[in-house]
């Protein structure tokens, strides 16, 4: 095993606690724009560092941009929806906390 290796394992792991994170939080904030904020940032920081660990093991540039293509167009993706679905929630009157948590 490879210091390569060890690093790409060292970096998924985080990638990992961070998406660990996020879920976390989306079960445990109280209102919508905090678990919209939970979610976002912390799945992209996990796919941040899954992606940069497979970087590491990337075989040629095509492969690499193929994961940088595909992390920032998860990028895109998280904040438009983070962004829908907020504005939804604003222009239907959803109640701003849940109670039932």
């Known amino acids: 095993m490879s210091v390569l290796d060890i690093l790409t394992a060292i970096l998924v792991i985080i990638g990992a606690a961070f ?3 996020g879920t976390i939080g989306l079960l445990r904030f109280p209102d919508l724009h905090s678990r919209i904020h939970a979610l976002t940032k912390a799945d992209n920081l996990g796919l ?9 093991q990337a075989d040629s540039i095509a492969v690499a941009l193929k994961i940088v293509l595909v992390w920032f167009l998860a990028l895109a993706a998280a904040a438009t929806s ?3 679905i907020a504005n939804h929630a604003m222009e239907s009157n959803t109640p701003e906390r849940s109670d039932d948590v």
């Open 82 to 84: 983070g962004y829908l």
């Open 19 to 21: 998406f660990l994170a």
């Open 48 to 56: 941040g560092f899954i992606a940069l660990g497979l970087l590491i």
